[in-house]
């Protein structure tokens, strides 16, 4: 079956530190993997996406690059600020397209 | 260009009760999807609908739940006789895609909270 595991929280990080947020997946075929994060009392947005293996989604900074022999799509990024503090979500769009797996979620907060 | 609505975004019940949660999709989109979000829990899906059909319910509680999407209106959410484990935050979410064709995005509502006394 399709299943989303990532790194459990919260996470607390100073500014500019270097953030990563681990993801890995199980899946049949070949499904399309997110990252979302949900800003405080807000629904979620999507931070990026990649659609096959070895692509690379970014955006606003975040990286994630669809491992698919690791079976993983990470989420990093180089120096974060206090605005980055969320809940970040990981996600996989199965293969027949009807569903979309989420992960746990995973709480940054960024001191300044 | 207005996103994802859902109202109410609060609501509070007693056991009991009834809940109507309603979602009004992005202009175009004719794909809806219910999730549900427990403290400390991810997002568990509910139920994928397109207008008038309920494509997916996998996810839905046999008993006390429905969902609906006319074909004029709002997606419904409906829970019967409410407890207090169905206290939670839902959220709605739609995409205009057709399978296969593009990849999918999500695009969500701000949710709607449900307390139960």
């Known amino acids: 079956g399709n299943s989303v595991t990532q790194m459990e929280g919260p996470v607390t990080l100073s500014e500019e530190a270097f953030l990563t947020i681990n993801c890995t997946y199980t899946?049949?075929?070949?499904?399309?993997l997110f990252w979302y994060v949900q800003y405080p009392g807000e629904g979620l947005q999507l931070l990026l996406k990649a659609t096959k293996a070895d692509d690379k989604g970014s955006n606003k900074g975040f990286e994630a690059t669809y491992r698919k022999e690791t079976t993983s799509f990470h989420l990093e990024k180089g120096s974060v600020q206090v605005s980055d503090s969320a809940v970040y979500f990981c996600a996989l769009e199965g293969d027949t397209g009807n569903q979309f797996y989420f992960g746990t979620g995973t709480s940054l907060t960024v001191i300044p | 260009n207005a996103g994802v609505m859902q109202n109410p975004r609060h609501l509070v019940r007693r056991r009991g009760q009834e809940a109507r949660l309603r979602c009004s999709p992005m202009?175009?989109?004719?794909?809806v999807y219910w999730y549900r979000q427990l403290p400390e829990e991810g997002l568990k899906f509910m139920v994928y609908?397109?207008?008038?059909?309920?494509?997916?319910e996998s996810g839905m509680p046999k008993e006390r739940f429905s969902a609906e999407f006319p074909k004029e209106g709002p997606s419904i959410l409906r829970i019967q006789q409410v407890v207090r484990g169905d206290s939670a935050a839902y959220f709605c979410?739609?995409?205009?895609?057709?399978?296969?064709?593009?990849?999918?995005?999500?695009?969500f509502g701000e949710g709607s909270r449900l307390t139960v006394l």
């Open positions: 979410a739609s995409s205009p895609r057709i399978f296969r064709v593009s990849p999918g995005e999500l695009f």
């Open positions: 899946a049949t075929g070949y499904p399309s």
């Open positions: 202009k175009g989109h004719s794909h």
């Open positions: 609908l397109q207008k008038e059909n309920i494509i997916d």
